[in-house]
């Protein structure tokens, strides 16, 4: 895993949750995160959008289950973009 | 641009150092910088921390909505705490806003908000318009329309008897594409234009009620770029109907209605001259050489000028605060032909080689207001820093590196936006401007006489009407420092003790060589058989210490003595503001004749004391004819 992208999307996952980037793992996700109900979840999608200036399909949201699949995701989707 | 992990790591320090304000500054730059809702969680979490600290405007907030808002209401409770306002948000049920307005014991009303937002969107409310339009006839638009905004009257009538909250109303979008293309602007049966009626009508409404307002929600979309706004994916599953980006136009717009309704507004905008009024340095440059004129590059600076007289003309006051040799720089705002603004648009001219935090200091001080209530706008980020530094309550606008931005930030600011528009507000720019000429005017005098004799003063007193009635009781709220007792009145008081036969409430307007003051002294007497005793009795600051407050007493002292009274009597109640007033019945002969905790009350005899409640001689004082009661149409003044 891209470990630069994973401390990215750790600390706004940590901003959410207010929490410290200590307490988010890999494995973080809505079982194991209090309070990361559905409200949460498009808190979380929405700053990651506005971080990497992205847009996450409905598919993709709903895949968007942990913190790994997070930045499996946003790995993907950014290698996708064509560099000039 | 700054690692925002520093940043953050820079804020916990200033924390843990207590350096209340250097935290604050260092959150409302992070947050300008990255406006996002994960920044948002760590400023509000810091700001929670900082909220005893700092002086902090509290704000009950509801938003009533027919889509997702809750991010929202997260950026804007960052936001607002970086504007110095502690925000509580109450987001109700989707569409459920009749039931919320309609029962006085719903959430809503039992939240007691000190505002609401009613935030509904064209598709939730008008779906037909929006989803159908193509197939109603214009009968159809017509009842639609007429359906709506019955609607909303509905809702603002029953809102106005359960609650005394603000009330702000969404309008309603139009859509990306009209539904007939392009033929949509070429018919009087237009689905824009059903949508702007609608529109038009919620402004008349928000007219015609008190404490409700409009916003311009398709001005908002438009302001953004409507393609870039709508998320149309997101709305279908969430409920959501606009994109992150998008998010911080609209909290912003609703910034721009809380800092009016909570107060949180500046009066004054101090300006630097060089590379802020004109492009350049007036002192290197010379005359021929700043930039200023109606084509590039000196047009960015003429846009900045005009956005400044806007800006005037809405009240705020004028100054100029600008390290200058003062002759090279009076020398460019008086004859420059690209100056917009001029002398007489600035209340206080500091062109010195001060500091400037110094010189900000002065300028509060000779304009009488405090320095929370100054804005300084300035293009040298030194400067800026350093103001920000010396003097935290300041509002300080940092200008952008690029002039063609200049007039936009200053039109963006949020301090200076007002949601209503009084006579004597408009006024007041000119009228501090005056002042100031006046304080010139005093330098040249050779006796303080002679000084109030070159005013040319007149006084006018007249009995409150029902048409002086709402400046009488906002200068019975608003006075603090010419004020004896500081007690204050609702419109409806007054009226009521007006149209009592014991009681006499009069108004006084002042005028001078230089201009017309308005409306700016306040009287009111219990007129007893044989003492006359004075329950109110103040002047707004623009006119004290010129004898105006003399002459309103003799005319006091006068009526007394006409209706028989032998004695004049009234408390002095010391507040921490009214010192400019503690003097001044004992200054007019009175005696004390009681004293309490709260004050004391002071008494004349109107026969034995005739020379020290004389009128001034260099004060025309004029009485309205109306001054006997029975004239007095008092009807009229029920509220």
């Not at chain 2, 969404?170 to 689905?191: I, K, N, R, V, W």
């Not at chain 2, 110094?358 to 320095?371: H, K, S």
């Amino acid at each position: 895993m891209n470990s630069l992208l994973f401390e990215r999307v750790r600390d706004i996952v940590a901003d959410v949750f207010s929490l410290s980037p200590d307490q988010i793992s890999t494995s973080s996700s809505p079982d194991n995160i209090e309070g990361w109900d559905s409200l949460q979840h498009l808190n979380v999608v929405l700053a990651l959008e506005k971080e990497f200036d992205l847009q996450f399909s409905p598919e993709e949201i709903e895949q968007m289950l942990s913190v790994e699949l997070i930045v499996d995701l946003i790995e993907e989707k950014l290698a996708a973009i064509p560099t000039i | 641009m700054p690692d925002p992990r520093n940043q953050r790591q820079q804020i916990e320090n200033y924390i843990t150092r207590e350096e209340w304000f250097a935290a604050r500054d260092a959150l409302i730059a992070l947050w300008q910088q990255q406006p996002s809702p994960a920044t948002a969680n760590f400023v509000i979490a810091r700001f929670e921390r900082l909220r005893e600290r700092l002086p902090m405007t509290l704000c009950r907030l509801a938003i009533l909505r027919s889509f997702t808002v809750e991010p929202l209401a997260l950026l804007l409770r960052a936001g607002a705490f970086a504007s110095g306002i502690d925000l509580t948000v109450q987001v109700g049920d989707f569409n459920a806003y009749p039931q919320e307005i309609f029962n006085p014991d719903s959430k809503l009303y039992r939240f007691s908000p000190d505002v609401v937002v009613l935030a509904i969107q064209t598709r939730d409310i008008a779906p037909e318009l929006w989803h159908s339009f193509t197939s109603l006839s214009p009968d159809d638009v017509n009842a639609e329309v007429n359906r709506i905004t019955a609607s909303f009257n509905d809702w603002i009538e029953a809102f106005g008897k359960n609650s005394q909250a603000h009330l702000i109303l969404h309008g309603l979008e139009t859509p990306l594409f009209p539904a007939q293309g392009a033929l949509d602007s070429q018919t009087a049966h237009s689905q824009a234009t059903a949508i702007q009626t609608i529109n038009r009508e919620l402004q008349r409404l928000a007219g015609e009620h008190r404490g409700v307002y409009f916003l311009d929600y398709d001005a908002v979309v438009a302001r953004f770029g409507r393609s870039r706004w709508h998320d149309e994916r997101r709305w279908l599953t969430m409920r959501l109907p606009m994109t992150v980006d998008a998010f911080t136009e609209l909290t912003g717009e609703w910034l721009r209605f809380l800092h009016p309704l909570t107060g949180r507004i500046c009066k004054a905008l101090v300006t630097d001259l060089d590379n802020t009024l004109w492009g350049g340095v007036i002192g290197e440059d010379g005359m021929e050489g700043i930039k200023l004129g109606a084509e590039y590059p000196g047009a960015d600076f003429q846009s900045l000028q005009r956005a400044m007289l806007d800006l005037h003309r809405r009240g705020i006051i004028l100054a100029v605060n600008s390290k200058n040799n003062e002759a090279d720089a009076l020398t460019a705002i008086e004859t420059h032909p690209g100056m917009i603004l001029r002398p007489a648009h600035f209340a206080a001219l500091r062109i010195n080689w001060q500091d400037k935090a110094q010189n900000l200091r002065e300028i509060a001080t000779e304009l009488n207001i405090g320095l929370d209530a100054i804005a300084f706008i300035d293009d040298n980020p030194a400067e800026c820093a350093r103001a920000r530094q010396e003097l935290p309550e300041v509002t300080v606008i940092e200008l952008p590196k690029d002039s063609k931005d200049y007039a936009a930030t200053l039109r963006n600011c949020a301090v200076f936006e007002r949601l209503t528009l009084s006579a004597e507000d408009r006024e007041r720019g000119r009228h501090y401007a005056e002042q100031r000429q006046r304080a010139e005017l005093q330098i040249g005098a050779t006796s303080i006489e002679d000084f109030y004799r070159s005013l040319e003063q007149e006084v006018m007193i007249e009995p409150v009407t029902p048409m002086t009635l709402a400046r009488t009781a906002q200068l019975t709220q608003k006075t603090n420092q010419f004020n004896l007792t500081t007690r204050r009145y609702s419109e409806q008081r007054i009226a009521e003790i007006a149209g009592n036969s014991e009681w006499r409430v009069y108004t006084a307007s002042v005028k001078d060589r230089f201009g017309d003051h308005g409306l700016v002294g306040v009287m009111i007497a219990k007129a007893e058989r044989n003492v006359w005793e004075i329950d109110a009795f103040l002047l707004s600051c623009r006119v004290i210490g010129r004898t105006v407050e003399t002459a309103l007493l003799s005319f006091l002292a006068e009526e007394a003595r006409d209706n028989g009274a032998r004695q004049l009597q009234g408390w002095f109640l010391p507040t921490k503001k009214n010192a400019p007033a503690n003097s001044f019945y004992r200054d007019h002969a009175f005696q004390v004749i009681e004293e309490t905790g709260d004050g004391k009350l002071y008494s004349v005899d109107l026969q034995l004391q005739q020379s020290q409640l004389a009128c001034p001689e260099w004060i025309k004082l004029q009485v309205s004819a109306q001054t006997n009661k029975e004239s007095l149409h008092l009807e009229q003044l029920t509220v």
